[in-house]
């Protein structure tokens, strides 16, 4: 069965880094694919944080980037999220998603989310 | 502030149609064929709709169809159904810069 699941600490002391893992089941990461995390804070919108393809270039968020790296692991069929130096404010639900590498920009598959609290 | 900017909530009744709104820049939902739309019902995870501004993914009902004119993309629900009820999220390609930008995300009544 093809799908992702997002998997780390629910919380996270302020200025320490949030680390979260997608694990990939039902193909192989270093397919036509990208990975890609998102977040939504409590009651409100969408919020692309970066996309990357195994050995390939990684795309962030100007407002994230210097904050931010994502990462694949393809002997473990995973990828990862690390966002330095948090405050209240990256306080959300975090999702991983999939993007086919065909030269456009659309998120087909998703995992089911993990909340990450930022409180000492 | 979201970029893409969308109508908190719309409303329709069972079988009616309804049509959300998400306007942009030509630096975005104007400049390129790469608008999605995503439907989100609460506590769950946002779910493809619509990708290139057009194009349905297998298993997705064809009442869902959408279009684009200038800076302005649009997702059509007809035949409203009681499961359709949920936020719904337009999303553009924005260049090598910014890449991705979302809507505010409207949230769909079914009365």
């Known amino acids: 069965q093809v799908q992702l699941q997002e998997s780390g600490p629910g919380l996270v002391k302020p200025s320490e880094t949030l680390s979260l893992t997608c694990a990939v089941f039902?193909?192989?990461?270093?397919?036509?694919?990208?990975c890609v995390w998102f977040r939504q804070p409590p009651g409100t919108g969408l919020e692309w944080i970066g996309s990357i393809r195994h050995l390939e270039k990684t795309y962030y968020n100007p407002s994230l980037k210097s904050r931010v790296t994502i990462s694949v692991d393809a002997s473990k069929n995973q990828f990862s999220l690390n966002l330095s130096s948090v405050t209240a404010a990256d306080t959300a639900v975090y999702y991983c998603?999939?993007?086919?590498?065909?030269?456009?920009?659309?998120?087909?598959?998703w995992g089911r989310g993990t909340l990450v609290s930022v409180s000492s | 502030q979201s970029a893409l900017t969308q109508p908190r909530s719309v409303s329709g009744s069972p079988g009616q149609s309804v049509t959300i709104s998400c306007t942009g820049t030509s630096s975005d939902v104007g400049g390129y064929r790469y608008v999605s739309w995503y439907q989100q019902h609460p506590g769950k995870a946002p779910k493809l709709m619509i990708y290139d501004v057009t194009k349905r993914p297998s298993g997705v009902p064809d009442r869902f169809s959408a279009s684009k004119s200038g800076n302005t993309a649009s997702l059509t629900i007809s035949g409203l159904q009681a499961e359709d009820e949920a936020d719904y999220y337009c999303c553009s390609y924005a260049g090598r810069y910014t890449f991705v930008v979302f809507g505010g995300g409207t949230k769909l009544t079914v009365l």
């Open positions: 998603a999939r993007q086919p590498a065909t030269g456009t920009w659309y998120f087909d598959l």
């Open positions: 039902g193909y192989s990461i270093s397919s036509g694919y990208y």
